[in-house]
């Protein structure tokens, strides 16, 4: 291992990839999705055109930044070169400290479906947490550690085959509604485009925020900045690509997940109290085969998002290292080009994490949620901050209408931090806010120290359209 470069290996399929990984459509349609069918019935699917709608005005913040500026340090950069070092530093903390803990969110989701997997099939009914997630690290880390373009490649494969399971499924539902063979007389229809009357625009934009959480992650391919062959280009390009895909897949698949529990009360009521709506529409339209497969499609999905997230948090890492913002053992480059020293930190960080609430005793599902509630209220703070980057970015071009839409990017999501934080959350959940705003602490703490203040060379790191 070595200090040195990054390589530009990467095409725009490759860095599309990448956000789509890291967003994990497979996962987040296996855990998302019944949270917008309580709160809006058989509307559930109008929440991801509404998050749809809200992720579109914060990505494009982001994409007129990566359009000018490229670098490994992703939003680090960008904010750096609009609001001054010191901003940068802390927007880039908090995208750090998401990326720290999300491969652990999606090494927890790989022992969820993983022992879902295995029971459903009777292999290894009590089958504890801790071996499947161990195995699901190592895997992620031995893909992490090749150069960007074989990770890349193993990212597309992982979600296209992800989603074209759940895409053959929900045909299969279509075509039965379509031709009158849902089992309960569930028919296609509309309506589900169509807001049950008395529905509050409140609980719309609370249902929304479940849909925009499904979109986490599309910021990824900034990260890419210095192995993307054309990055002011492909950049920008993925991250719209990337949600557009993730909005077709999202409304499309919860619209036939709604018709196919059916649009009466008994429909909506078994949609909103499924612990896994997939699998239950699976076994109901298809068969109990199908829904094993779909297990194992979501422990695919999870292993993609888990290198996707490695990859970005290294990256992060060589990028602080380099400019000397973080120790300088950071920047280290393998053979294959990765930054093998920020990989190897943010792996051994998270396996000890998985390790200590193992011990605990404390089951997947938590760790599942404790970490993504406090990655993603970061990640929110990181959207406001990288938007606020945008304003200033496009009013100093004499840009003002334009700057308006990351203005509404800014509302957005200081809407989403508002509703994850109030009212307040159950223990421990109340607590996570706390902890979000003590790494936060710590990042504005060395961005006012001399370290992080002090001028670094920036033509080459940081490129400029």
């Not at 019944?34 to 699917?45: C, D, I, M, N, Y």
């Not at 390009?237 to 077709?248: D, E, F, P, T």
């Not at 422990?299 to 990859?311: F, P």
């Not at 990765?338 to 994490?353: C, E, R, Y």
Request: net charge positive.
């Amino acid at each position: 291992m070595r200090a040195g470069a990054l390589r530009r290996q990467l095409g725009l399929l490759g860095t599309v990839s990448v956000s789509v990984g890291v967003m994990a459509p497979t996962l987040a349609m296996s855990a998302t999705g019944v949270e917008p069918a309580r709160l809006l019935g058989r509307a559930a699917p109008l929440a991801y055109v509404v998050a749809a709608i809200g992720v579109g005005l914060v990505a494009y913040g982001f994409t007129r930044l990566a359009g000018a500026f490229s670098s490994a340090g992703s939003v680090y950069a960008f904010a750096g070169r609009t609001l001054g070092p010191r901003a940068g530093f802390v927007t880039g903390w908090a995208l750090l400290g998401t990326y720290l803990v999300f491969p652990a969110v999606s090494i927890s989701a790989i022992a969820i479906f993983g022992q879902a997997f295995l029971k459903s099939t009777g292999i290894a009914p009590h089958a504890p947490w801790f071996p499947i997630a161990l195995a699901g690290w190592a895997v992620i880390g031995w893909i992490a550690s090749r150069e960007i373009r074989t990770a890349a490649r193993s990212l597309l494969a992982i979600e296209v085959a992800s989603m074209a399971l759940i895409l053959v499924l929900m045909a299969i539902i279509v075509v039965k509604l379509a031709t009158g063979g849902a089992p309960h007389g569930q028919a296609l229809s509309l309506d589900v485009f169509a807001l049950p009357s008395g529905t509050a625009l409140s609980t719309v934009a609370l249902a929304a925020t479940f849909g925009f959480l499904s979109f986490a992650g599309f910021e990824a391919a900034g990260s890419l900045g210095e192995e993307s062959d054309r990055p002011t280009s492909a950049i920008p390009r993925s991250l719209v690509a990337a949600i557009a895909v993730g909005a077709v897949f999202y409304v499309a698949c919860e619209a036939v997940q709604t018709l196919g529990f059916g649009l009466d009360r008994a429909g909506t009521k078994a949609f909103a109290g499924s612990q896994a709506p997939l699998s239950d529409l699976a076994g109901t339209y298809v068969g109990a085969g199908l829904a094993d497969v779909l297990s194992l499609a979501a422990v695919v999905s999870a292993v993609g998002a888990g290198l996707g997230c490695a990859s970005v948090a290294a990256r992060m890492l060589y990028a602080l290292g380099r400019d000397r913002r973080l120790p300088e053992t950071l920047a280290g480059v393998s053979g294959t080009g990765a930054p093998a020293a920020g990989l190897a930190f943010v792996l051994t960080l998270d396996l000890l994490g998985l390790i200590a609430f193992a011990a605990a005793g404390t089951p997947a599902q938590k760790v599942f949620f404790y970490l993504a509630t406090i990655g993603v209220l970061e990640l929110l703070v990181m959207y406001a901050i990288t938007n606020v980057a945008a304003v200033r970015f496009l009013l100093e071009r004499g840009r003002r209408r334009e700057a308006l839409l990351p203005i509404a990017g800014i509302a957005v999501a200081g809407y989403v931090f508002y509703r994850n934080v109030w009212p307040v959350p159950d223990p421990p959940f109340n607590l996570f806010p706390y902890v979000v705003a003590a790494w936060l602490a710590i990042g504005v703490a060395v961005a006012l120290s001399e370290r992080a203040a002090a001028p670094r060379p920036t033509p080459r790191r940081w490129r400029r359209a």
